[in-house]
């Protein structure tokens, strides 16, 4: 089974940049999509973006020209970054394949606050 450790998140005022960081256990071959995705307090998780084995990449509304999602397959890691930042985009962020499988790491935080 794979697992997935986030990293990268942090306070950041707003209109900054933070870059996530999902590494895997094992091999994402098998996880052809990758997916980051983001629960604030009290909401249900949301998919940010998406990316594909080949690197074709969508991204929800709010994510378009901000975010940027990429993958190392030989690293088996894949990162979000993130710029323009704005306090609602305050949560914390996970990965998982698209649509998601098996358990979720522990997630990253990232707050957006003067």
């Known amino acids: 089974q794979v697992q997935l450790v986030e990293s990268g998140g942090g306070l950041v005022q707003p209109g900054g940049s933070l870059r996530l960081s999902c590494a895997a256990s094992g091999s994402i071959f098998s996880m052809y999509v990758m997916g980051w995705y983001r629960q604030a307090p009290g909401k249900q998780r949301d998919l940010v973006a998406t990316i594909t084995m080949g690197g074709d990449t969508n991204y929800v509304d709010f994510a378009k020209g901000r975010f940027n999602i990429s993958r190392n397959n030989a690293k088996n890691t894949v990162y979000l970054q993130m710029n323009s930042l704005k306090p609602e985009d305050t949560a914390v962020y996970y990965c998982?394949?698209?649509?998601?499988?098996?358990?979720w790491g522990q997630g990253t935080q990232v707050t957006v606050s003067s």
């Open positions: 998982n394949s698209h649509p998601p499988v098996g358990s």
